[in-house]
């Protein structure tokens, strides 16, 4: 019977850990952003001030409807997503920061709309261990945007 607990136990066990281990993790989410997007974007709270970036402030992004932040000029094919009412969801974000200029084309049905954002994710001929790399980095790009409120 104590074998029967036991290995319940540490089937239990490896199931919480493997759970976790799976979960986005905003901090280094925070840390990619910083990264990779801060020379663009600004995206602490209180607002870009006179601060003035190429790409629009992404404090409050997630669940905001594409292309509408006021203080910032889109492209029309942002505009165009914006107003068929997208907004900006995990599936959203994630295709988009892979490879933005697909994004936008997909989405806009126009296969001459162009993104400004010159950033992606992902690499040229990905392979197995990048796509999977670039999986982890999107999942926790995408928990940080959500802690932006």
């Known amino acids: ?15 919480l850990g493997a759970g976790s281990a799976e979960a986005a993790d905003a901090a280094r989410g925070k840390q990619l952003m910083q990264q990779k997007c801060f020379t663009c974007h ?5 607002g870009p001030g006179k601060v003035k970036k190429t790409g629009p402030y992404l404090f409050g992004v997630y669940g905001r409807t594409i292309g509408t932040w006021d203080s910032f ?5 942002y505009v165009a997503l914006g107003q068929k009412g997208m907004t900006w969801t995990d ?3 994630g295709e988009y920061i892979a490879d933005p200029k697909p994004f936008i084309q997909k989405n806009t049905g126009d296969p001459k709309a162009r993104s400004n954002m010159s950033f992606r994710l992902k690499v040229p001929n990905e392979n197995a261990e990048q796509a999977a790399q670039r999986k982890t980095d999107t999942d926790d790009i995408i928990a940080f945007l959500k802690t932006l409120k």
């Open 91 to 93: 599936a959203n974000i």
């Open 42 to 46: 600004y995206f602490e709270p209180g």
């Open 73 to 77: 000029k889109y492209s029309p094919g």
């Open 1 to 15: 019977m104590k074998k029967v607990f036991l290995a319940a136990g540490m089937a239990a066990a490896v199931a």
